[in-house]
């Protein structure tokens, strides 16, 4: 009985060792991510500089999902986490990815005119790239089968409650300019809005 004592307290003290163990042993063999590579994990964001058997190391991003700022922390993550909580890897191997954004703004508004705006405003940030955009998300859906994506950008319109609407960006980018793109966006909306 002493030795089956023993060995429960031993599993009980080290169960965290062996879950980080596990969770390296999945990772290593799924490869979710590699270095360099942004991820989520819960409320955790950020960029992968180290990884471990035991721990996976991240710059934060962020604040919120929106954000595309590194806030200046590392962070530790036991990599016990990748087994009960899913990964999401925001870093694509392509040149160009398509990224989205949302305005909200008040009914009161005149949100129908700032929705046309706005659509103007992404269309100039993006003409320069747009052509080669399209061209690397062709090539992206027809490697993996997928319906091709349109490149030009869109704004939809979402109301999330009375009174309210957001207007959802979605434009193609450069895969590791997300943040730039959408301030040069918002800064030539912002810029031509009405005093």
């Not at 965290?16 to 955790?44: A, H, N, Q």
């Not at 530790?76 to 990964?87: A, D, I, K």
């Not at 979402?158 to 979605?170: N, Q, S, T």
């Amino acid at each position: 009985i002493s030795m089956v004592a023993v060995a429960a307290a031993l599993v009980i003290a080290t169960k965290e060792l062996i879950l980080c163990f596990m969770g390296g042993v999945l990772k290593g063999s799924t490869r979710p991510f590699e270095v360099g590579d942004r991820i989520e994990i819960g409320d955790l964001r950020g960029d992968v500089v180290d990884t471990n058997m035991f721990t996976t190391t991240l710059h934060e991003i962020g604040p919120g999902r929106r954000i595309h700022q590194y806030t200046g922390r590392i962070i530790e993550v036991p990599n016990s986490l990748f087994l009960s909580t899913p990964v999401i890897n925001e870093t694509s191997r392509q040149k160009y990815v398509l990224h989205t954004f949302t305005v909200p703004m008040d009914m009161e508004q005149d949100w129908r005119q700032a929705s046309q705006r706005l659509l103007d405003s992404a269309n100039r940030v993006s003409r320069d790239y747009l052509g080669d955009a399209t061209k690397s998300l062709s090539s992206m859906a027809k490697k993996r089968g997928v319906d091709i994506p349109k490149a030009e950008p869109r704004v939809a319109w979402h109301f999330p409650e009375a009174g309210k609407v957001d207007l959802v960006v979605r434009m193609p980018v450069p895969s590791f300019s997300k943040g730039r793109v959408e301030q040069d966006v918002l800064r030539d909306f912002f810029g031509k809005s009405p005093k």
